[in-house]
């Protein structure tokens, strides 16, 4: 069936580095997608969005990628750190389609 | 502005009983949508309300129920608990129905022994 994951549950960089996390979805329907943020006893945080229309979008030390051809979203965040460790969740959405969020994946910022 | 609220922030009920949980969104805002998020499930969608009526639901049993004030607040009810209902039920609010940019509450904690 149709959904929405994550290629990694976890991921762990070294602070100043360059994270990248992945996300598939298979659902064709789909046109905005949302990357979130959840640090422990939070709820998720939104971060960065992007409609199908676009391939990039740029935010504060983010960015998104669409690759639509192989239903691929990333999340790249730029010298990362110790505060941005948290679970990042992608989701889908679109007309008539209900918010579906992948798994989740545990990035984790060493010193 | 004030973020969405969640009430009580941690539960602990018994098997066959019911709870009700309240979301108070932000202001302005007149959707509120509900999930539910465990450890082996992630997160999944369960309800949305706007303008006091039900908009859209999601795959979850008739247990599973919710209402929305005229002030927007919202309350989910769940009745005769299950273990696997444990959960974090998540509250995000948004200015229209269906609008994109939701926002999240800090979610009640329930958990059912």
């Known amino acids: 069936g149709e959904s929405v994951g994550l290629h990694l549950p976890t991921l762990s960089v070294q602070e100043g580095d360059n994270s990248i996390i992945n996300c598939a979805y298979s659902n064709s329907a789909s046109d905005y997608f949302i990357w979130y943020k959840q640090e422990s006893g939070k709820g998720p945080q939104f971060i960065i969005d992007?409609?199908?229309?676009?391939d990039k979008r740029q935010g504060q030390r983010v960015t998104v990628l669409l690759n639509k051809t192989v239903k691929h979203l990333s999340l790249q965040i730029a010298a990362t750190q110790p505060g941005d460790s948290a679970v990042y969740f992608c989701?889908?959405?679109?007309?008539?389609?209900?918010?579906?969020f992948g798994a989740g994946t545990r990035l984790t910022v060493k010193p | 502005k004030a973020g969405v609220t969640q009430t009580p922030r941690y539960l602990i009920k018994t098997r066959g009983q019911q709870v009700t949980l309240s979301c108070s969104p932000i202001?302005?805002?007149?959707?509120v949508s509900w999930y539910q998020q465990t450890p082996g499930q992630g997160l999944q969608f369960l309800f949305e309300y706007f303008s006091e009526t039900q908009r859209n639901k999601g795959n979850f049993p008739g247990r599973f129920s919710g209402r929305q004030f005229s002030n927007s607040r919202s309350e989910m009810n769940v009745s005769t608990l299950e273990l696997g209902d444990s959960a974090l039920y998540l509250c995000?609010?948004?200015?229209?129905?269906?609008?994109?940019?939701?926002?999240f509450g800090p979610g009640t904690r329930l958990t059912v022994t």
């Open positions: 202001s302005g805002h007149r959707s």
């Open positions: 995000a609010s948004s200015l229209w129905q269906g609008d994109y940019e939701q926002y």
């Open positions: 992007i409609r199908s229309n676009m």
């Open positions: 989701a889908e959405n679109g007309r008539d389609i209900d918010m579906r």
